[in-house]
């Protein structure tokens, strides 16, 4: 059964991979809910390919990632990547997953990425997501001093 849902999280962020038609398809028929009930799964390849469906809606379009935020994807990515079984692949997925949540214009609100401040230098000190990370805290820090200049 786990191999039966891994192989169907990996068939779902592939056709997530590809147009914005088939990611549209896929959000109307609800997997960012699923693909965030997964990111809490004990299989941690589960966990790692439902991260990266998710960044793959969250990369298509504001729409969508705006619609994972208000599904509580931030938290259930947090968790994941605090969690201690996931290994170096699965937090540099849900780490890109995190930098997804970030991006696109308008910017998420301050109050929905949060949460991804929350994260311990220790869960981004490997290299490789460190870019991610970075272009997140960098979006973060953008939207904070363009608020400031705004008022």
Same mark, same amino acid.
């Given at each position: 059964?786990?191999?039966m849902v891994?192989?169907a999280?990996?068939?779902?962020?592939?056709i997530?991979?590809?147009?914005?038609?088939n990611?549209?398809?896929l959000?109307?028929? /609800?997997?960012?809910p699923?693909?965030i009930e997964k990111l809490?799964?004990?299989n941690?390849d589960?966990?790692?390919?439902? /991260?990266w469906?998710?960044?793959?809606?969250?990369?298509?379009?504001?729409?969508?990632?705006? +619609?994972?935020?208000?599904?509580g994807?931030?938290?259930?990515?947090?968790?994941?990547v605090?969690?201690?079984?996931?290994?170096?692949?699965?937090?540099r997925?849900?780490?890109?997953?995190?930098s997804?949540?970030?991006?696109?214009?308008?910017?998420?609100?301050?109050e929905q990425?949060?949460? +991804?401040?929350? +994260?311990?230098?220790?869960?981004i000190?490997e290299?490789?997501?460190? +870019?991610s990370i970075s272009?997140?805290?960098?979006?973060?820090?953008?939207?904070t001093?363009n608020?400031?200049?705004?008022h």
């Amino acid at each position: 059964a786990k191999d039966m849902v891994f192989n169907a999280l990996w068939a779902l962020t592939n056709i997530a991979s590809d147009t914005s038609e088939n990611c549209r398809a896929l959000v109307n028929l /609800g997997v960012i809910p699923l693909f965030i009930e997964k990111l809490s799964d004990e299989n941690m390849d589960v966990v790692e390919q439902a /991260g990266w469906g998710l960044g793959n809606l969250a990369g298509d379009c504001v729409e969508f990632r705006d +619609l994972v935020h208000q599904a509580g994807g931030v938290a259930a990515a947090v968790d994941a990547v605090r969690n201690p079984l996931m290994n170096a692949a699965g937090r540099r997925n849900i780490t890109w997953t995190m930098s997804n949540l970030c991006r696109g214009k308008p910017p998420p609100r301050i109050e929905q990425v949060a949460g +991804l401040m929350e +994260l311990s230098l220790i869960h981004i000190s490997e290299p490789t997501r460190l +870019l991610s990370i970075s272009y997140a805290v960098f979006c973060l820090k953008k939207k904070t001093i363009n608020k400031r200049h705004k008022h």
